[in-house]
């Protein structure tokens, strides 16, 4: 087990399409933080394996790290999240990455209200100068950060509240919200953030005079509980969906190409056979009680180092012991070999053989 002390991610209760200036959730006090650095999470490359419609079973082969949930604003070990760990999974293809996220939780949705409902976010370093402690770390005041004065602390963010999204339906990039120019998501609300400092929070495209870019939105992500009976698609008819209170465990999965076309420093850019810094929030409203922006949990109190691998990183041998197929291709051709070597040895012995059996006899030797 992977035990981390948690820090103040301090990302925002509900990602709307007019995200500006908001409070702060800054923790008093003295910030210490007793970080982990060998804890890592990697991709590896496996292309055509993870379809994104919140089930799992694609995931079984894939190697995961595990992640003790603490609050954030208050890491106490005694107050960890009762429902568990949280399981994180990641891979790529070689032109996207792929996350999955497992945790214990029983089931509980209201329709339209997210703080009701299980939410996470994903937060990466893009900045140089950009810490994981107060997003991103810019000293700026909200009427003063720009992209200017916090240059070098912006952070991407991720948000997925899904007080709005259909169970095993693909939210993200559309569209109607790519045309706006930002990186809303009006159907799902999965949101696509850059910061500075939990002041100067925004939708890509967005900033503190409006509008500043026509940008895509570039994540996708869907969510499951394990205690549905349904395999196949739900409709915004079938909510609730499943059984209040219901045991089982919830599923994200997200993906988003290593590059996109960002030309302001609001979205990370993966690289293979680079790192980036990756960390991960929880929402979850326990006791019947909503949660709130400041109340959710984190895996860890700094950065974790994501390594995005290449292809030559994983073993032969590993591949061959997963597909069957390289294995008969293998003895194909150490069979093709050898008859090819039989075939070579039998013409030349059947050669020396005939030229044996012409040799030329005078007649006056008879």
Same mark, same amino acid.
């Given at each position: 087990m992977l035990m981390m002390f948690p820090v103040i991610l301090l990302l925002t209760a509900t990602l709307s399409h007019s995200i500006g200036q908001v409070e702060s959730h800054e923790e008093s006090g003295v910030w210490s933080c007793d970080s982990q650095p060998e804890i890592r999470l990697q991709a590896d490359f496996r292309?055509?394996?993870?379809?994104?419609?919140?089930?799992?079973?694609?995931w079984k082969d894939i190697e995961g790290s595990e992640f003790s949930l603490l609050p954030a604003l208050d890491p106490d070990v005694d107050k960890e999240y009762r429902g568990g760990e949280m399981t994180i999974k990641a891979l790529h293809d070689g032109s996207e990455v792929f996350f999955m996220l497992q945790v214990d939780g029983?089931?509980?949705?209201?329709?339209?209200?997210s703080h009701?409902?299980?939410?996470?976010?994903? %937060?990466?370093?893009?900045?140089?100068?950009?810490?994981?402690?107060? %997003?991103?770390g810019c000293s700026e005041a909200p009427d003063t950060c720009t992209s200017k004065t916090c240059h070098g602390h912006e952070v991407d963010i991720m948000h997925f509240a899904t007080g709005n999204a259909i169970p095993g339906r693909l939210?993200?990039?559309?569209? &109607?919200?790519?045309?706006?120019?930002?990186?809303?998501?009006?159907f799902g609300h999965l949101e696509d953030v850059y910061a500075w400092n939990p002041h100067c929070r925004y939708l890509d495209g967005m900033g503190p005079s409006?509008?500043?870019?026509?940008?895509?939105?570039? *994540?996708?992500?869907? *969510?499951?509980?394990?205690?549905?009976?349904?395999?196949s698609g739900f409709v915004e008819e079938d909510n609730p969906y499943g059984s209040e209170g219901?045991?089982?465990?919830?599923?994200?999965?997200?993906?988003?190409?290593?590059?996109? %076309?960002?030309?302001l420093?609001?979205?990370?850019?993966?690289?293979?056979?680079?790192?980036?810094?990756?960390?991960?929030?929880?929402?979850?409203?326990?006791?019947?009680k909503p949660w709130h922006a400041s109340g959710h949990y984190s895996i860890g109190c700094d950065w974790i180092g994501f390594d995005v691998l290449p292809s030559e990183a994983i073993m032969p041998t590993k591949d061959l012991q997963k597909n069957p197929w390289?294995?008969? %291709?293998?003895?194909?051709? &150490?069979?093709?070999?050898?008859?090819f070597c039989l075939s070579v040895f039998v013409g030349h012995r059947f050669s020396s053989f005939t030229k044996s059996k012409d040799v030329f006899i005078p007649l006056d030797t008879f």
């Open positions: 292309p055509g394996v993870i379809t994104l419609d919140g089930h799992i079973q694609d029983s089931y509980t949705y209201l329709k339209g209200d009701r409902c299980a939410s996470v976010a994903l %937060m990466f370093q893009i900045g140089e100068n950009a810490t994981y402690y107060n %997003m991103g939210y993200g990039s559309n569209p &109607l919200d790519n045309i706006n120019g930002n990186r809303g998501n009006r409006g509008n500043v870019s026509a940008t895509k939105h570039n *994540w996708k992500g869907v *969510w499951w509980h394990s205690s549905f009976t349904r395999s219901q045991s089982g465990a919830y599923y994200f999965e997200f993906s988003r190409p290593f590059r996109t %076309m960002d030309r420093q609001q979205d990370v850019q993966f690289t293979i056979g680079r790192t980036s810094k990756v960390s991960v929030a929880f929402w979850y409203p326990e006791d019947g390289d294995v008969a %291709m293998a003895f194909s051709l &150490l069979f093709s070999v050898v008859a």
